[in-house]
């Protein structure tokens, strides 16, 4: 399948065997698009930036399958400018880079998921990683969303990590601990719900880049990450 264009959109239900070439500045999908199941000689089991030459925005709105491994603007030498998902990805591994990420969708993982973005939205979507998620961002917020990260979630985020307050109802679950490596300048997550899931005779250990305060209450609103 080749589509050459400015604006390439995919509304029809499309399987590729062999040949996926995307080229144009944005491409959006609002149908399927399965790549197969197969060795790269006979098949396409990956995606990667040589599919997409040239593609800044990218948006899902459909169903996308890539069977191994799917890469968005991390192995191209320059991030997209846009990532936006709001049907479903469905994908062995993935690995994004983009100024702007947002994902209302559902992002299906089957090891690890890797978004680095300058900011970030998580919105009304579902991250399901049967392996660990790795979030970095500049800023990132996140509202009604849902994370399962099977091995571990670590975010890194420099200055501003958030949700809505406390009606945001955000849920994290994690099977091998949950870990803010750095301390963002400001932000707080106090409708964001932390729940792990260990396994029999077994220790998780989580880390969080924050003041220790010591057993006291102290009110520091967008200091603590809360």
């Keep these: 399948f080749v589509a050459k264009s400015r604006q390439i959109v995919v509304n029809d239900p499309i399987t590729v065997t062999r040949k996926l070439i ?49 890469y968005f603007g991390s192995d191209a030498g320059s991030s997209l400018r846009t990532f936006i998902n709001t049907g479903t990805l469905n994908a062995f591994a993935a690995s994004i880079e983009a100024d702007a990420y947002a994902n209302s969708g559902t992002m299906n993982i089957g090891n690890r998921l890797d978004v680095r973005m300058d900011s970030g939205r998580l919105e009304g ?13 500049k800023d990132l917020k996140m509202r009604n969303h849902s994370i399962r990260a099977d091995e571990g979630l670590f975010i890194e985020v420099t200055d501003s990590l958030s949700d809505d307050g406390v009606g945001s109802s955000n ?17 707080d997550l106090l ?3 932390f729940q792990t899931t260990a396994a029999k005779f077994s220790s998780t250990v989580h880390t969080w880049a924050a003041e220790d305060l010591g057993p006291v209450l102290v009110f520091a609103p967008r200091r603590q990450v809360a």
């Design 191 to 193: 409708g964001t719900t």
């Design 125 to 137: 979507g579902r991250d399901v990683i049967r392996g660990s998620l790795y979030l970095t961002a």
């Design 171 to 187: 849920i994290i679950n994690v099977a091998d601990g949950f870990h803010l490596l750095t301390k963002p300048a400001k932000g």
């Design 22 to 70: 995307l080229d144009g500045e944005s491409f959006t999908l609002n149908g399927t698009l399965s790549l197969t199941n197969l060795d790269t000689t006979n098949g396409l089991p990956n995606l990667v930036s040589t599919n997409m030459p040239g593609v800044s925005y990218f948006t899902n709105n459909g169903v996308l399958t890539v069977p191994n491994l799917a």
